[in-house]
């Protein structure tokens, strides 16, 4: 299993609007996605007030690859998320057992 964790900051000025987007848009999405076996979808607290995350263990690379494509490593951006997300970190771990 491949835990990859997906982390964005956003524009001050877009926090609302990406808030929207994520709740809308991509919670949705993730749920609904063969071969996502956990998910958890982390909003901004007090401290980071601009950072968004989303924590998904996959079944394997192969389920991701089918989700993501074959540059798997780079972040999936929806388009809606263009102009909203300043920066964007996605890192990858193996799941211990």
Known sequence: MILRIFR????EDRIEEFRDFFLNTAVPLMKS???????HFG???PETPAEFAIVMLWRDLEALKAFVGEDWRVPHIHPDEEAI???RHLDHYDLAA
Request: proline content about 6%.
């Open 33 to 39: 996605t063969d071969g996502v076996e956990v998910i």
């Open 85 to 87: 997300v300043r920066e």
């Open 8 to 11: 964005v900051s956003i524009y």
């Open 43 to 45: 909003l901004p607290r």
